[in-house]
């Protein structure tokens, strides 16, 4: 599958809650970096991530437009709340290598009213 249709899979199945179909989207030793959190390594890891953040919050993909490039698909997107940001997602032999996503996580832990973790000593 080419970078383009598989992150509108991407989008579909992550509209629908659907962690497990995320997770087969990416290879075994994958790597989704939310650039506000630390590394995701692994598609067991990665399915976890997703299946956490499902439970946690109500959340849609709004897409603004998704662009292809080579081995690159990058995916500009909304959600209902204004939140916007950007995904970069490395498609090798159809399915996802790296991922790596750019978006406020402030804002978005206050539009779903999450606790907001108190600021460590070295930030």
């Known amino acids: 599958m080419k970078p383009k249709a598989l992150v509108q899979k991407w989008v579909d199945l992550f509209n629908a809650g659907d962690a497990q179909g995320l997770a087969n989207l990416y290879h075994d030793d994958a790597i989704n970096h939310q650039v506000a959190n630390e590394p995701i390594s692994g598609k067991s890891a990665i399915y976890e991530m997703f299946k956490s953040e499902f439970a946690q919050a109500e959340m849609t993909c709004v897409v603004e437009q998704i662009l292809e490039d080579g081995e690159w698909a990058i995916l500009e997107w909304k959600d209902p709340l204004g939140l916007r940001g950007c995904g970069f997602f490395q498609v090798i032999e159809g ?19 999450l606790p907001i973790p108190p600021m460590s000593e070295t930030e």
């Open 95 to 113: 399915k996802i290598k790296l991922q790596r996503g750019y978006w406020d996580k402030l804002s978005f832990l206050r539009q779903h009213n």
